[in-house]
């Protein structure tokens, strides 16, 4: 079976500009969270989902936004980008929401210009 | 608030010698403890988990770790160290779902370098 998928590999944007990832779970995987991972540091918690809907979020501003789809796939939102937002952008998949392994993605690195 | 501290951000050790990681948690709640691996420009994998089930957890690659509630660590190690295994490593706490979610909270990770 295919594990997460994510797109693009790589991404570059300007300031203000507005940015979509997008994730794709192992199938039967039901919630979908994402992490932020600047460089040298350790993924930070952004957003989880399960079922459409969202379960729980880190602490990032409202311009960080996702949504999760009928087929479990997953986007996630930056609006208004800043240089801070560059970072490799991290999806896990895992069956349930609260206490099951989650599989990671191989990123997305957004760098911002 | 759950945490994590990983002593040490390289770790240097020669082909065949002993990988000893450290990790060590907080967490007001029994927790669920995880290490994953990161090769260059890939994302995380899991090496293992501990969920409470047995003291000592055995993982992928020939690694194992052992919850210590005493000391609040739970330390990777390796018997025998290979070129294959450098790569970054990360120690993460999660509190079992209990806020009707799981959230990773990772630690600032350790790089393993291994020379011939």
């Known amino acids: 079976d295919a594990g997460v998928t994510q797109s693009p590999t790589h991404l570059i944007k300007t300031r203000g500009q507005h940015v979509t990832l997008r994730c794709s779970p192992i199938?039967?995987?039901?919630?979908v969270s994402w992490y932020q991972q600047v460089l040298g540091q350790g993924p930070q918690f952004i957003f989880q989902y399960y079922e459409k809907e969202e379960r729980g979020r880190g602490n990032f501003p409202d311009r960080f936004s996702a949504r999760q789809f009928p087929n479990y796939s997953s986007e996630l939102n930056v609006n208004a980008l800043l240089l801070g937002d560059s970072a490799l952008y991290l999806c896990?998949?895992?069956?349930?929401?609260?206490?099951?392994?989650?599989?990671f993605g191989p990123g997305t690195r957004l760098t911002v210009l | 608030a759950q945490s994590v501290t990983q002593l040490g951000s390289h770790v240097s050790v020669s082909e065949g010698a002993l990988v000893l990681l450290r990790c060590n948690y907080s967490s007001s709640v029994p927790p669920y403890l995880f290490w994953y691996v990161q090769y260059p420009n890939q994302g995380l994998q899991l090496l293992l988990k501990y969920t409470s089930a047995a003291t000592l957890v055995k993982g992928i690659n020939g690694f194992e770790a052992e919850f210590k509630k005493s000391e609040t660590s739970f330390h990777l190690t390796k018997p025998s160290a290979h070129m294959s295994d450098a790569a970054e490593y990360f120690c993460?706490?999660?509190?079992?779902?209990?806020?009707?979610?799981?959230?990773?909270?990772f630690g600032t990770g350790t790089r393993l370098l291994v020379s011939p």
């Open positions: 896990a998949s895992s069956l349930n929401s609260n206490t099951d392994t989650q599989y």
């Open positions: 993460a706490v999660s509190d079992r779902g209990n806020t009707g979610f799981q959230k990773l909270v």
């Open positions: 199938s039967g995987h039901k919630s």
